[in-house]
């Protein structure tokens, strides 16, 4: 109501058509800054993915390649092993 007696009747389709577009154009500037944001997180979700791989793919050549442990003594079961309780006499 105010802008119909600010730019008067014969102006009013005008600017309604003007400022829709702007509106249009601003709305469509949002959007594909918001879709380039989102693309760009996935790119860096993806290449964080790729990189957590490439330290896991890493570790496991760095293990792999590590030198074999030596063995351990045998266990001398004589020391080792448990009187028997049980007698057989009583």
Known sequence: ?????VVGPERLPTVART??????KGRRFVS????EV?????AEEFR???KEKS?????????G????????PPVDQDKHSSPKA?????
């Open 32 to 35: 594909q800054i918001k879709q």
């Open 1 to 5: 109501m105010i802008l119909l007696v």
């Open 55 to 63: 330290d896991f793919l890493d570790l496991k050549k760095t293990m």
């Open 86 to 90: 049980s007698n057989d006499d009583a």
């Open 65 to 72: 390649e590590a030198p074999p442990r030596k063995p351990s």
């Open 38 to 42: 989102e693309e760009e997180l996935r």
């Open 19 to 24: 400022t829709a577009l702007w509106i249009r």
């Open 48 to 50: 964080q993915s790729l």
